[in-house]
Each structure stands twice: as structure tokens, then as C-alpha cells.
């Protein structure tokens, strides 16, 4: 079964966890960039979220003549 999420009524509250999670991505993004680290706490471990990803693909422009 799932669980039923249940939203705030409170307008101030409404938009709190949109907000958060874009706050959160912004910080992973912020530590990628300035290569320092973002730490979590994910099941039970402190861990790095900014180095547990793979930088994004690189195209090589010299070979595609």
C-alpha cells in the first residue's frame, strides 16, 4: 500500500519542500563546481554526495570531421 502524502493548508508552508529539495540541488551543484565537499547523512553514514557522482560526458570535437 502507499502512503498518502498530506499537504500543509498553512500558505507558508505550502512550498517547503519544493524549496528544500532545490536548495539541496543547488548545494550538490555548488560543491561539484568549487570541488569541495557536501556531506549527508545517508542511512546511518556520513557521506559525500558531491564526489559520489560521475562528472558529466565529454564529447571529442577533433574526431568528428
Do not use: F, H, W
Amino acid at each position: 500500500m502507499s502512503e498518502k502524502k498530506i499537504l500543509p493548508t498553512d500558505p507558508d508552508l505550502a512550498g517547503v519542500e519544493t524549496a528544500l529539495r532545490r536548495a539541496a540541488k543547488s548545494a550538490r551543484a555548488l560543491a561539484r563546481r568549487t570541488k569541495t565537499p557536501c556531506y549527508v547523512v545517508k542511512d546511518g553514514q556520513i557521506v559525500n554526495v558531491a564526489e559520489n557522482r560521475k562528472p558529466p560526458e565529454t564529447t571529442d570535437r577533433t574526431s568528428a570531421k
